[in-house]
């Protein structure tokens, strides 16, 4: 709060964008400050859905105080563009405070307009999120009872003790921490005893919504019943009283007529005139733009929304389809949210995706609304790629083929979505068209599409490197670190950032391709770029910090100096722990993936028992993940199978161990049945090698002859087709699994053989 007042009394950008998950705080925020900016004499206004046009001229025709324009749910609202650049242009005596659940897609477009409008935003997020945590001296707890002994001061009854489950330390969400005070009270209400020293009361935090909603539906069905509502042959069913709210919320009405309509379409019978005047009773408006308020807050309004819709086809029909351009980005926008904010809830979350699709899939083929509904689609997610990816291929097929950039965004988001999908395949074809646009408007306007060139020309290299095709990957990614070089030297404020992530880029390329030395200097310089921009912009830098101290410890490890590589890859696993508390559906594969990480170094070390842990941690993620979305994580679930079963095995745990391996190669050889290529080949070979080197160590090399020879064969194809630079990526994972095959030929009295081999790992090298 001191910082968003100093920002409106004290020169700088006229924008600040404020970000954090569902229920931590952000509306609550924006409200407060309202209030204190408007006792201060600021004219603050609550801007609606759809007047981002021309709230500002209108509010200055009314007023000569400074105004607070304040845009609750920024990542939605269609012509946001359109005030950004208006405030841009006469920026004097004026802010605006964006509200959003994060700083996605729609924030880099929005930053990547004229040259005035990517001026502003430079300094318009530097890291004023909200996080989880609101004090790291109060426990969750704590929260609890405050909130407790305040609702119940409210209800004049004595305050009841609660007793909290279901959160760790600082990881409820207030919003959560205040439902299961407020749960608690009525519980205690209830029981016609809220006397203190009766025991506390049990409140679980994963299923206050859904108490607190039950409290809300009975007052919604007494308030019908005492008007009428429910009364007669024509009375309303207490499910058509149910549709309705859900109805609200998922189409908010800006007029009577649009209301009637609305609830016409729940139920003929309950478009009447008695019902709407309940329903604005009920709810009545928050502000100007609607004719009526809704169910509140969000959480328990989108659990309330997908449970309605999801038992009721009929209803789904009914609001899902034939919506217009307003309504349309709403609900989109609105089941978008309801899968991230219930993502820990799979039942929840399955079910407001379907729903979501429903609703993408009867969209129009209209060419601006289908873009502004993809604007609201949160990116990067993991459980809404797919339904992003739709829109936009639809989108393409829209464009006019003569629009150049317009397609080269299409084509650069398509190939990011099935990289995120792990179609690495498809994901070429799509960047690789991007790259060729960019480049001939980049050769027309440098100024204009330069960065562009270097975004497409990056993420070309991570998908070319993932395909197997490391040393192709470097140059597509040494040309992105040229460009951003030279725009830093121009504009370092605007593009140092960007600098920062290329050269992370280039050093992960480095030891993709087997060139682990090379790696270090650029990676190094990277962590140190990053390090100085998540000072004054954290939520932008401290991810791409933690990449980079990743990529960092990844490339020490393979040069073999694991305790040089523990700082860097313990730090960047606290960042991503921090990022999955508040995010999971977009940072927890990254958390998985420096766990796994984290483990090789530590085993690496000599320390296998403390790399069981993280090991295991990153196998619980990824099989999570893979659920999820199989395609993506399931080989990823393999690798940190394997890690974990290193581990054991390097411990001393051989039942564990043998688990572990058998595991990943089951999944393996389904891979390579189903993707017979480098990569899985690779994979299946190292962890057959490694369960024949377990089965060695325990005193069994006949046993250990089976997954050697198996190993042995892989090999032979892995390298009998590919050109020696190519084997140069994966030299030292087919060195370690020769050097596996040949002890295990030499236990077994084989010695020629296993001299071979050794000599091919020689060679190899």
Same mark, same amino acid.
């Given at each position: 709060?001191?910082?968003?007042?100093?920002?409106?009394?004290?020169?700088?950008?006229?924008?600040?964008?404020?970000?954090?998950?569902?229920?931590?705080?952000?509306?609550?925020?924006?409200?407060?400050?309202?209030?204190?900016?408007?006792?201060?004499?600021?004219?603050?206004?609550?801007?609606?859905?759809?007047?981002?046009?021309?709230?500002?001229?209108?509010?200055?025709?009314?007023?000569?105080?400074?105004?607070?324009?304040?845009?609750?749910?920024?990542?939605?609202?269609?012509?946001?563009?359109?005030?950004?650049?208006?405030?841009?242009?006469?920026?004097?005596?004026?802010?605006?405070?964006?509200?959003?659940?994060?700083?996605?897609?729609?924030?880099?477009?929005?930053?990547?307009?004229?040259?005035?409008?990517?001026?502003?935003?430079?300094?318009?997020?530097?890291?004023?999120?909200?996080?989880?945590?609101?004090?790291?001296?109060?426990?969750?707890?704590?929260?609890?009872?405050?909130?407790?002994?305040?609702?119940?001061?409210?209800?004049?009854?004595?305050?009841?003790?609660?007793?909290?489950?279901?959160?760790?330390?600082?990881?409820?969400?207030?919003?959560?921490?205040?439902?299961?005070?407020?749960?608690?009270?009525?519980?205690?209400?209830?029981?016609?005893?809220?006397?203190?020293?009766?025991?506390?009361?049990?409140?679980?935090?994963?299923?206050?919504?859904?108490?607190?909603?039950?409290?809300?539906?009975?007052?919604?069905?007494?308030?019908?019943?005492?008007?009428?509502?429910?009364?007669?042959?024509?009375?309303?069913?207490?499910?058509?009283?149910?549709?309705?709210?859900?109805?609200?919320?998922?189409?908010?009405?800006?007029?009577?007529?649009?209301?009637?309509?609305?609830?016409?379409?729940?139920?003929?019978?309950?478009?009447?005139?008695?019902?709407?005047?309940?329903?604005?009773?009920?709810?009545?408006?928050?502000?100007?733009?609607?004719?009526?308020?809704?169910?509140?807050?969000?959480?328990?309004?989108?659990?309330?929304?997908?449970?309605?819709?999801?038992?009721?086809?009929?209803?789904?029909?009914?609001?899902?389809?034939?919506?217009?351009?307003?309504?349309?980005?709403?609900?989109?926008?609105?089941?978008?949210?309801?899968?991230?904010?219930?993502?820990?809830?799979?039942?929840?979350?399955?079910?407001?995706?379907?729903?979501?699709?429903?609703?993408?899939?009867?969209?129009?083929?209209?060419?601006?609304?289908?873009?502004?509904?993809?604007?609201?689609?949160?990116?990067?997610?993991?459980?809404?790629?797919?339904?992003?990816?739709?829109?936009?291929?639809?989108?393409?097929?829209?464009?006019?083929?003569?629009?150049?950039?317009?397609?080269?965004?299409?084509?650069?988001?398509?190939?990011?979505?099935?990289?995120? @999908?792990?179609? %690495? /395949?498809? +994901?070429?074809?799509? $960047?690789?068209?991007?790259?060729? &646009?960019?480049? *001939?408007?980049?050769? !027309?306007?440098?100024?204009?599409?330069?960065?562009?060139?270097?975004?497409?020309?990056?993420?070309?290299?991570?998908?070319?490197?993932?395909?197997?095709?490391?040393?192709?990957?470097?140059?597509?990614?040494?040309?992105?670190?040229?460009?951003?070089?030279?725009?830093?030297?121009?504009?370092?404020?605007?593009?140092?950032?960007?600098?920062?992530?290329?050269?992370?880029?280039?050093?992960?390329?480095?030891?993709?391709?087997?060139?682990?030395?090379?790696?270090?200097?650029?990676?190094?310089?990277?962590?140190?770029?990053?390090?100085?921009?998540?000072?004054?912009?954290?939520?932008?830098?401290?991810?791409?910090?933690?990449?980079? @101290?990743?990529? %960092? /410890?990844? +490339?020490?490890?393979? $040069?073999?100096?694991?305790?040089? &590589?523990?700082? *860097?890859?313990?730090? !960047?696993?606290?960042?991503?722990?921090?990022?999955?508390?508040?995010?999971?559906?977009?940072?927890?594969?990254?958390?998985?993936?420096?766990?796994?990480?984290?483990?090789?170094?530590?085993?690496?070390?000599?320390?296998?028992?403390?790399?069981?842990?993280?090991?295991?941690?990153?196998?619980?993620?990824?099989?999570?993940?893979?659920?999820?979305?199989?395609?993506?994580?399931?080989?990823?679930?393999?690798?940190?199978?394997?890690?974990?079963?290193?581990?054991?095995?390097?411990?001393?745990?051989?039942?564990?161990?043998?688990?572990?391996?058998?595991?990943?190669?089951?999944?393996?050889?389904?891979?390579?049945?189903?993707?017979?290529?480098?990569?899985?080949?690779? +994979?299946?070979?190292?962890?057959?090698?490694?369960?024949?080197?377990?089965?060695?160590?325990?005193?069994?090399?006949?046993?250990?002859?089976?997954?050697?020879?198996?190993?042995?064969?892989?090999?032979?194809?892995?390298?009998?087709?590919?050109?020696?630079?190519?084997?140069?990526?994966?030299?030292?994972?087919?060195?370690?699994?020769?050097?596996?095959?040949?002890?295990?030929?030499?236990?077994?009295?084989?010695?020629?053989?296993?001299?071979?081999?050794?000599?091919?790992?020689?060679?190899?090298?």
């Amino acid at each position: 709060m001191e910082a968003l007042v100093r920002w409106c009394l004290q020169d700088g950008s006229p924008v600040r964008l404020v970000t954090g998950p569902g229920g931590v705080g952000k509306s609550r925020l924006a409200a407060e400050l309202k209030e204190l900016m408007t006792r201060q004499g600021w004219d603050c206004v609550a801007v609606g859905e759809e007047q981002e046009s021309t709230i500002l001229a209108r509010v200055r025709d009314s007023t000569t105080a400074p105004v607070l324009l304040i845009v609750d749910y920024a990542d939605t609202r269609h012509e946001l563009d359109d005030l950004v650049r208006q405030v841009a242009a006469a920026p004097s005596g004026v802010r605006v405070l964006l509200i959003a659940r994060s700083a996605g897609e729609w924030w880099q477009r929005l930053a990547v307009g004229e040259p005035h409008v990517r001026e502003m935003l430079q300094d318009a997020y530097d890291g004023i999120d909200l996080p989880v945590q609101i004090d790291s001296t109060v426990t969750d707890q704590q929260i609890v009872r405050e909130a407790a002994a305040a609702f119940a001061g409210q209800l004049g009854i004595p305050a009841p003790q609660v007793q909290l489950g279901g959160s760790q330390h600082g990881q409820g969400r207030v919003l959560d921490l205040h439902a299961a005070g407020l749960v608690a009270v009525l519980r205690a209400q209830r029981s016609q005893d809220g006397t203190p020293g009766q025991g506390p009361l049990a409140v679980d935090v994963s299923d206050v919504l859904t108490d607190l909603l039950r409290h809300e539906q009975r007052h919604w069905v007494g308030t019908a019943d005492h008007v009428g509502l429910l009364e007669g042959p024509d009375g309303l069913t207490i499910e058509v009283l149910r549709h309705v709210v859900a109805a609200v919320y998922l189409a908010p009405p800006s007029d009577e007529a649009e209301a009637r309509q609305l609830l016409a379409r729940v139920d003929p019978g309950a478009a009447t005139v008695k019902v709407l005047r309940w329903l604005r009773d009920l709810y009545p408006a928050r502000d100007t733009e609607h004719w009526v308020g809704t169910l509140q807050p969000d959480r328990m309004a989108e659990l309330h929304l997908v449970t309605e819709l999801s038992t009721s086809p009929t209803l789904t029909t009914h609001l899902l389809e034939d919506l217009d351009g307003r309504n349309a980005r709403h609900a989109i926008a609105v089941l978008a949210r309801s899968v991230a904010d219930h993502f820990s809830d799979p039942t929840v979350r399955g079910r407001a995706l379907h729903l979501l699709d429903h609703a993408i899939g009867a969209l129009p083929d209209d060419l601006e609304l289908l873009r502004s509904v993809s604007a609201v689609i949160p990116y990067p997610s993991e459980v809404l790629t797919q339904s992003d990816l739709t829109l936009l291929y639809r989108i393409l097929h829209l464009i006019d083929p003569t629009d150049t950039a317009a397609r080269s965004w299409v084509q650069h988001d398509i190939g990011m979505r099935l990289y995120r @999908l792990g179609r %690495l /395949a498809q +994901a070429i074809g799509p $960047l690789s068209e991007a790259v060729d &646009a960019r480049r *001939a408007l980049a050769d !027309a306007d440098p100024a204009q599409h330069e960065a562009q060139l270097a975004a497409s020309l990056r993420y070309a290299g991570v998908v070319l490197s993932e395909l197997g095709r490391a040393h192709d990957a470097l140059t597509p990614t040494l040309e992105a670190v040229e460009i951003e070089e030279r725009l830093a030297r121009s504009d370092r404020t605007t593009h140092l950032a960007h600098l920062a992530r290329t050269l992370c880029d280039l050093g992960t390329r480095y030891h993709e391709a087997g060139l682990p030395q090379q790696a270090i200097a650029p990676l190094q310089e990277s962590v140190k770029l990053n390090q100085g921009l998540a000072h004054s912009e954290p939520e932008r830098a401290t991810p791409h910090l933690a990449r980079s @101290l990743m990529n %960092l /410890a990844i +490339a020490q490890n393979m $040069l073999g100096q694991p305790a040089q &590589a523990l700082p *860097a890859i313990r730090h !960047a696993v606290q960042i991503r722990r921090a990022l999955a508390r508040e995010n999971p559906d977009a940072e927890l594969v990254f958390l998985a993936r420096a766990l796994a990480e984290l483990s090789s170094c530590l085993v690496n070390n000599g320390q296998p028992e403390d790399g069981i842990a993280p090991a295991q941690e990153s196998v619980e993620i990824r099989r999570r993940l893979a659920e999820t979305n199989p395609e993506r994580h399931t080989a990823d679930l393999a690798k940190s199978l394997r890690q974990a079963a290193t581990a054991h095995r390097d411990a001393g745990h051989t039942t564990q161990a043998d688990h572990a391996y058998r595991e990943a190669i089951t999944i393996e050889r389904d891979l390579v049945s189903q993707h017979p290529d480098h990569n899985t080949f690779t +994979a299946l070979a190292e962890s057959l090698a490694g369960l024949a080197r377990m089965q060695l160590a325990s005193g069994n090399p006949a046993d250990a002859l089976t997954p050697a020879h198996e190993a042995a064969r892989l090999i032979d194809w892995r390298t009998s087709d590919t050109p020696r630079e190519n084997l140069l990526p994966a030299a030292r994972s087919l060195t370690t699994v020769l050097h596996a095959i040949a002890d295990v030929l030499e236990a077994n009295g084989r010695s020629a053989e296993a001299q071979a081999r050794r000599n091919d790992a020689t060679a190899l090298l």
